[in-house]
């Protein structure tokens, strides 16, 4: 008997979704209906002062509104927040801790962004010099005025993934992903950690996400079979790029729902997207469900999607 596929929308909720958001929401929603499974809708609020409920509400509309539906999760489903399940990342923290997996770290410049996903140019490969801190110098560190973040380290040691779209992708964990920040100095959890957590106790066994998340996943594939379960299998989606070759993003306010929602139908701009992954010979109106039959990775394109002329 196959397993059932189940994947997820986990988006953050730190701005509007813009056109980049959709286009990967679109292949994973396709992916999943495609192979017969479910999907979730996963809140990814860790961070108190980055993360906005009008945010999330209009997310979860401008989703529907394009026609991506989900079997469960946020809002109408409890525990679908990362907000709500830090009794989970605790346990997970502890888990590590009890292997010796993790160290107090007193100098992480990254810290700031660990709650969000990251970005290139964002992470910091290696171990810091905190992780072989002990006796006097780790004493001075502990009467100091800042509180350490904690990290976990990362084993020497090569994975690899087996991309659905990309094809192979290998990682030495340390020295190129590095050690990573799995709670900040004020307590919140991070990214890496919570996202992990979250993939394996809510079964997702399908995970479709923007090509600059690839290489997190080695860590994250990592850090689930460290905890008990079982990794992913992943599928890195074709980032939308500017006519100047600038990855769309929240913080630019590219493309924004509020502006795609007001010149387009949800038939056109599905039809757009569709176009620009490869999927439909023209940039002519379509439902998402009539997309499902069709569709085929082999289609989409690896690299950069330059948007110009469609958008």
């Given amino acids: 008997m196959s397993k059932l596929i189940r994947g997820r929308f986990a988006p953050s909720p730190s701005g509007r979704l813009h056109l980049g958001n959709m286009a990967s929401s679109l292949l994973a929603w396709l992916d999943t209906r495609h192979l017969g499974g479910e999907i979730i809708f996963r809140l990814e609020d860790l961070d108190p002062e980055r993360s906005y409920m009008d945010y999330a509400r209009l997310m979860a509309e401008d989703l529907r509104w394009l ?64 992780r072989g801190l002990a006796g006097k110098a780790l004493a001075e560190r502990e009467r100091g ?97 500017a006519p100047d070759g600038r990855k769309l993003s929240k913080r630019d306010g590219d493309l924004n729902m509020a502006e795609l929602r007001r010149l387009y139908t949800p038939q056109e701009l599905t039809g757009r997207l569709a176009f620009l992954c490869g999927l439909i010979e023209r940039p002519e109106p379509v439902e998402p469900a009539e997309l499902v039959g069709g569709f085929d990775w082999a289609k989409v394109p690896a690299g950069p999607i330059d948007i110009s002329g469609v958008f």
């Avoid at 489903?77 to 292997?99: I, K, P």
């Avoid at 690839?214 to 850090?223: T, Y």
Wanted: aromatic residues 10%.
């Fill in 145 to 241: 005025a800042r509180p350490p973040a904690y990290k976990c380290m990362a084993p020497d040691e090569t994975l690899t993934i087996i991309d659905a779209h990309l094809g192979e992708f290998k990682q030495n964990l340390a020295r190129e992903g590095g050690d990573f920040i799995v709670r900040r100095s004020d307590g919140v959890w991070a990214y890496q950690l919570a996202v992990s957590v979250d993939d394996m106790l809510m079964g997702v066994n399908r995970v479709v996400r923007a090509a600059d998340l690839l290489s997190s996943a080695p860590r994250q594939s990592w850090l689930i079979e460290t905890l008990g379960g079982t990794a992913p299998e992943y599928a890195h989606a074709p980032l939308l790029t």
């Fill in 67 to 130: 026609g991506l539906d989900w079997d469960a999760g946020w809002p109408e489903d409890a525990g679908y927040s990362q907000g709500e399940r830090g009794e989970y990342y605790a346990a997970a923290f502890d888990e590590l801790s009890r292997r010796g997996l993790i160290y107090r770290c007193w100098c992480s410049r990254a810290e700031r962004l660990a709650a969000s996903a990251p970005h290139p140019g964002e992470e910091h490969p290696g171990s810091c010099a905190c």
